[in-house]
């Protein structure tokens, strides 16, 4: 069997090149959020400590958001990847301006050593009413 994640021909076997999410899960927001954590299971902590989830050795090689609604007056949402406790690259920030039922990517890279942990941060700024209603994924090599 040949394992997911690793591209090319070598002699005489090919491996195909496989990302797979590594979670999804929906979240909705509201102007007097702040800042939230969440596992990979989707379920939101303001304290991160609780949402740590380790991982295999790898890289997220894309963060995804589904923007299903949004009815904040104002400010924005933004998604941050998070590695061991510090945001990384991957970041996708919505505004209150962005049209609904649009899928917004980060493409950067980010590898993980095998006990390395992960999760994600929500931060919502600048509003003083509304929601708005995410659906987030990361795929993962």
Known sequence: MLPCGHSGQTGSVVIVTQTMPLFGFYSSVTYNTGTL???????????ESACRCYVPAGKSVK???YLRAISLNAGTVTITLRKN??????KITVTWLDDVDTLITDSDEVSFADGDYMDIKVTVAGATSGAAQLVITSHWQ
């Open 37 to 47: 954590f969440y596992p990979l299971n989707g379920v939101s902590n303001v304290a």
């Open 63 to 65: 963060l995804c958001v």
């Open 85 to 90: 406790g510090a945001d990384t690259t991957q």
